[in-house]
């Protein structure tokens, strides 16, 4: 099993510009969440999903999208990169219910110039 | 979502027990205690969870006094790969809108 897989590691953007990050797993987990880590800091919730076809807001949303389209994906989306979204992104995924237990991709490093 | 207090830092010898302690004062019911251990560019891996008293597992166990405001974390027998970040949470998958990680505690094992 792979686990949970994380596209890209790395990427550069300006500002402005736009990408998906794409988060998989592959262990029928109904939950699926998105972070973000900036230096020092502990890790942020962006979104999450409780299944398939289904999204909610965490506690930094704004300037993110997200989608679920299929139970081993979730996708996050920057419509217009900036500069403060310079962060590590983490996806994690999850039997959700009674667990807070996650299973955490390897990040993906963003930087916005 | 329970707020979590953390010591930011600690420090121990290889070998020796460490006790991490988490206080969450206003902890609710169906509050779980769930702690991560996060190292340098990586993402955070699950330790150990709990809801009362104590629960062990091959690799930390988890004290959850009688009131559960606060829980503590032990580790036998650090050792150097055990320098780490560790996570306390406190909440039930019904608030997962306020997950948050909070800053953690930074546990530096040394010879």
């Known amino acids: 099993n792979a686990g949970v897989t994380q596209t890209p590691k790395f990427r550069v953007l300006k500002t402005g510009q736009s990408m998906t990050l794409l988060c998989a797993q592959d262990?029928?987990?109904?939950?699926m969440y998105w972070y973000r880590q900036d230096p020092g800091m502990g890790l942020r919730l962006i979104h999450y999903?409780?299944?398939?076809?289904?999204?909610a807001k965490g506690e930094v949303p704004d300037g993110y999208n997200v989608s679920r389209l299929k139970k081993q994906n979730f996708l996050l989306g920057l419509e217009s990169a900036a500069p403060s979204q310079t962060s590590v992104y983490f996806c994690?995924?999850?039997?959700?219910?009674?667990?807070?237990?996650?299973?955490f991709g390897p990040g993906t490093r963003l930087t916005v110039t | 979502l329970a707020k979590t207090t953390q010591p930011i830092s600690m420090d121990s010898y290889e070998g020796q027990e460490v006790n991490i302690t988490c206080s969450h004062n206003?902890?609710?019911?169906?509050?779980?205690i769930t702690w991560y251990q996060q190292f340098p560019s990586q993402g955070p891996r699950f330790i150990i969870q709990g809801y009362k008293t104590k629960v062990t597992n091959e690799v930390a166990s988890l004290f959850i006094p009688a009131d559960r405001k606060s829980s503590t974390l032990s580790l036998p027998r650090v050792s150097l790969s055990d320098t780490a970040v560790y996570y306390c949470l406190v909440g039930f998958t019904g608030t997962a809108s306020k997950l948050t990680f909070g800053t953690g505690t930074r546990l530096q094992v040394t010879l």
């Open positions: 262990m029928n987990h109904e939950y």
């Open positions: 994690a995924s999850g039997w959700g219910r009674d667990t807070y237990e996650q299973y």
């Open positions: 206003n902890i609710a019911t169906n509050d779980y």
């Open positions: 999903s409780v299944g398939e076809g289904t999204t």
